[in-house]
């Protein structure tokens, strides 16, 4: 039943690894997204897919790499991790692009 | 551009107090929709209550009420009672439907600790 689920919800990795997140969402909402939440608990908008089109691309570095299969579906590739990506990842998904967003329990990523 | 603005960092209140979170939102467009989301210590974003920008009527649910006032950009939340259950970081939030770029701008939250 849960409505935006992700996957893993810790991760603990070297410097250097690359890791996925993965994000599924079953209230068949068009548009979904990724937050990035620093150690201050700033949230901000990373990237936003729209019917697996990307549309919002917020100077994320190019080693953050979405992918979205189908409209259910929006993962996140990370290369060569770095110390500063050491953060909770937040996956979220809405209807239309400007209404309510719900979000996933969140992915505590650990780069060490 | 849009903006929000919450200048309470963090809130200490004891149980059974009325508390107030501010924010304070600017934006060009006249159509917005403003947001209110609760992240307690466990780490979930739980949406509380979205409020369009045509409608400012106040609103209640519970012990959590919403007042809104186009005049002075500010969407305020207030928890009556508090319970320490509420201890949780807000964020009030802020979308504009209107360009290809429309996406939800968060302020930087509120902590808030509610002490038996």
């Known amino acids: 039943d849960t409505a935006v689920s992700q996957t893993p919800k810790y991760l603990v990795t070297q410097m250097g690894n690359d890791k996925s997140i993965k994000c599924e969402q079953n209230?068949?909402?068009?548009?979904m997204y990724w937050y990035k939440q620093d150690s201050k608990k700033f949230l901000k908008i990373m990237f936003s897919?729209?019917?697996?089109?990307?549309?919002i691309n917020e100077t994320v570095p190019n080693r953050f790499s979405p992918k979205s299969p189908d409209k259910a579906h929006l993962n996140l590739h990370i290369n060569s991790l770095e110390l500063g990506d050491s953060a909770v990842y937040f996956c979220?998904?809405?209807?239309?692009?400007?209404?309510?967003?719900?979000f996933g329990p969140g992915t505590r990523l650990l780069v060490l | 551009a849009q903006k929000v603005t919450q200048a309470q960092t963090e809130i200490s209140v004891v149980e059974k107090e009325d508390v107030t979170l501010d924010c304070v939102y600017e934006?060009?467009?006249?159509?917005?929709?403003l947001f209110w989301y609760k992240q307690p210590p466990s780490g979930e974003l739980v949406f509380l209550i979205r409020?369009?920008?045509?409608?400012?009527q106040n609103e209640i649910s519970g012990r959590y009420s919403w007042n809104f006032q186009k005049s002075t950009s500010s969407f305020n939340f207030t928890i009556t009672a508090s319970q320490v259950v509420d201890s949780a970081v807000y964020f009030c939030?802020?979308?504009?439907?209107?360009?290809?770029?429309?996406?939800?701008?968060f302020g930087k939250g509120i902590t808030l600790s509610v002490r038996p």
């Open positions: 979220a998904s809405s209807r239309l692009r400007w209404e309510t967003q719900y």
């Open positions: 209230l068949g909402h068009d548009t």
């Open positions: 897919y729209n019917n697996k089109e990307l549309i």
């Open positions: 934006t060009r467009d006249t159509t917005y929709y």
């Open positions: 409020r369009n920008s045509f409608d400012e």
């Open positions: 939030a802020l979308s504009e439907p209107t360009g290809a770029n429309s996406k939800l701008t």
